[in-house]
């Protein structure tokens, strides 16, 4: 058996300054939150972790190239790498392996400056692991195309990969979800799904985006975590059977 704990939409602020527009989302407890967090990882002795990204909470000014205050540019994402690697460091404490991936209120930038990339591959615990930093259409809709295409189709048909996979992004494949005048899963989202239901080789789908969460379970399970910034504090815990079953438990820091 192997065990995930999965995490998602932190909307982390400390270096940088202020806090989530939405009130909801408690960026400058996260820190505080991370060692609660600790202390619960200890009772469930995790063999990965897994956080499927707004990890910060990047104002969308700063992220198209400009500041929102007296700060200029290049300092705010001086203070976003600074924000990543207080995560990071936090992720190296735990001693437990780790993915991560960015999501749309981190700048891809400065997380790729302190975190690495652009992913590859990697097996942990039995697990081959692979992460996709896509992208927004104009319209707000998750895209998935060129490389990472690329890359879900190899994961998808290579004989390389012809093993157990779970598949880490921000945006969601299933189910469909229409909210705020927006969709939430990729506009190949169908495609995507038939795809991994086809090839049999995606044990569950890790990731974030829509915060109130979503759960298909299933041989492959399409889980999208509730927003760990908003309180109760939730999380996920996932225990992968060789047999093919997945167990998914909702657990919260408060709880
Ligand atoms: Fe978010």
Not at 72 to 87: G, M, Q, R, S
Not at 155 to 167: F, G, K, R, V
Not at 170 to 198: C, G, S, V, W
Request: charge should be negative; aromatic fraction near 10%.
């Amino acid at each position: 058996m192997t065990r995930i704990v999965h995490f998602t939409d932190m909307h982390l602020r400390w270096h940088q300054s202020g806090s989530a527009i939405d009130p909801l989302r408690l960026s400058r407890e996260m820190p505080t939150l991370l060692d609660r967090f600790s202390k619960c990882l200890e009772n469930h002795n995790p063999d990965v972790l897994v956080m499927s990204g707004d990890v910060l909470d990047t104002p969308g000014i700063v992220l198209r190239g400009g500041s929102p205050d007296h700060k200029t540019h290049d300092e705010w994402i001086e203070d976003a790498k600074a924000d990543f690697t207080l995560v990071k460091e936090w992720f190296e404490g735990t001693s437990i392996p780790y993915v991560v991936v960015p999501g749309n209120n981190d700048h891809e930038g400065a997380f790729a400056s302190v975190f690495g990339g652009p992913p590859e591959p990697v097996d942990i615990a039995g697990l081959r692991f692979f992460c996709f930093w896509d992208e927004l259409s104009d319209e707000q809709q998750p895209l998935r195309n060129g490389q990472r295409k690329a890359l879900f189709d190899a994961a998808m048909t290579d004989n390389a990969h012809n093993c157990p996979q779970i598949h880490v992004h921000h945006y969601m494949i299933a189910p469909p979800i229409f909210a705020k005048n927006k969709h939430y899963q990729y506009l190949t989202a169908d495609e995507l799904r038939a795809d991994m239901e086809r090839g049999g080789r995606v044990r569950a789908v890790l990731s974030g985006h829509y915060h109130p969460g979503t759960l298909i379970s299933g041989s492959t399970v399409h889980s999208g975590a509730p927003a760990f910034c908003e309180i109760p504090h939730p999380y996920r815990l996932y225990d992968l059977f060789e047999d093919g079953r997945t167990v998914v438990t909702d657990h919260s820091v408060e709880a």
